[in-house]
């Protein structure tokens, strides 16, 4: 079992920034393939990025060069860095592990969930 945990939302004016940890108890994160996804209210839930446990990261096209995921495997904590954030990315933030090193952007790929973090983002 993985537990996540994720911190650091709140309310943000457009065009500020977040840093969102993700911090995993019961094993180590550089096993497994993490993902950060967003829900808004009403819709579903959307892949932003992921990271593999080579290193390899991967994120949402509308999000490309705005955020960045991380892992300090140390504190074995993955990061979501957001700048120049946008109201529309107002959100439940959710981070999540996957079975193993690698996984798709898909959310049925991932097996242990965070409660997730409310990000507003006001215009």
């Known amino acids: 079992q993985v537990q996540l945990v994720e911190s650091g939302g709140g309310l943000v004016q457009a065009g500020g920034s977040l840093r969102l940890p993700c911090a995993a108890s019961g094993r180590t994160l550089s096993n497994h393939a993490i993902g950060w996804f967003r829900q808004a209210p009403g819709k579903e839930r959307e892949f932003v990025a992921l990271?593999?446990?080579?290193?390899?990261?991967y994120h949402a096209d509308s999000e490309k060069g705005r955020f960045t995921i991380s892992r300090d495997n140390a504190k074995n904590t993955v990061y979501l860095r957001m700048n120049r954030l946008k109201p529309e990315e107002t959100g439940v933030y959710y981070c999540?592990?996957?079975?193993?090193?690698?996984?798709?952007?898909?959310?049925?790929?991932?097996?242990?969930w965070g409660q997730g973090t409310q990000v507003t983002v006001s215009s």
């Open positions: 999540a592990a996957g079975r193993g090193p690698f996984a798709s952007s898909s959310a049925r790929e991932y097996d242990y």
């Open positions: 990271s593999w446990s080579d290193g390899t990261t």
